[in-house]
């Protein structure tokens, strides 16, 4: 379970969204969700974009992507007994979760939105976020009546053993936002061996 020294950011577990159900019991008739490809990923310039200012603090309630055609409702996600971030219910496919205790989206920070990439019943909210190419838009319906507009800068793919955890959960000094959800290799005795990444900052809000 990790911890980002001041930001108390628990990384999501493999264990917690990653078991990979709906291809286990899909067999060979089950197709792996998309990863993302080595042109996506960070480079020198990555994130060097003009961010918009910093929105004051409001909950979010829905996130959409529409490159990939998400379009959820949020919850908020604390941590669970041994400090891991928890995740919304995996009978609801087509929900997002918050980390609660954080940065909320749009504010100075790094604010951290989980998803599960597929449940027994088939793909979920996140399933092809490792298909969602920089330059793509997500927004997000703020509590306030506000939207915060993010544009990706990257989105990456990294083995559970090798998760950088300050990459992915530091604090920022603008506006960010990372999107979780489970990718990478996947073995039927463990699930997926690892989680895709989108990073992103805040360029708009209306």
């Known amino acids: 379970m990790r911890r980002v020294g001041d930001t108390a950011i628990a990384a999501v577990t493999a264990v917690a969204l990653c078991t990979g159900a709906w291809l286990l019991a899909g067999g060979t008739g089950a197709e792996a969700p998309p990863q993302p490809s080595a042109a996506q990923a960070r480079t020198a310039q990555t994130g060097r974009g003009a961010a918009a200012p910093a929105l004051p603090p409001s909950p979010p309630d829905r996130v959409r992507i529409p490159a990939i055609g998400v379009d959820a409702p949020m919850t908020g996600l604390g941590l669970t007994e041994t400090g891991s ?26 604010a951290i939105v989980a998803g599960h990439v597929d449940n027994a019943r088939g793909p979920a909210v996140f399933y092809r976020l490792g298909a969602l190419k920089k330059g793509a838009v997500i927004e997000v319906d703020r509590r306030d009546g506000g939207v915060a507009v993010f544009t990706v800068d990257a989105v990456e793919v990294y083995a559970a053993k090798d998760f950088p955890d300050a990459k992915v959960y530091g604090a920022a000094d603008r506006p960010e936002l990372r999107v979780i959800t489970c990718g990478g290799g996947y073995s039927r005795s463990t699930g997926y061996q690892g989680n895709v990444v989108v990073f992103a900052h805040l360029t708009g809000s209306r």
Do not use: I, K, S
């Open 85 to 110: 971030l928890d995740v919304p219910p995996a009978e609801d496919e087509n929900l997002a979760g918050w980390y609660e205790a954080g940065t909320t989206p749009g504010e100075r920070g790094t």
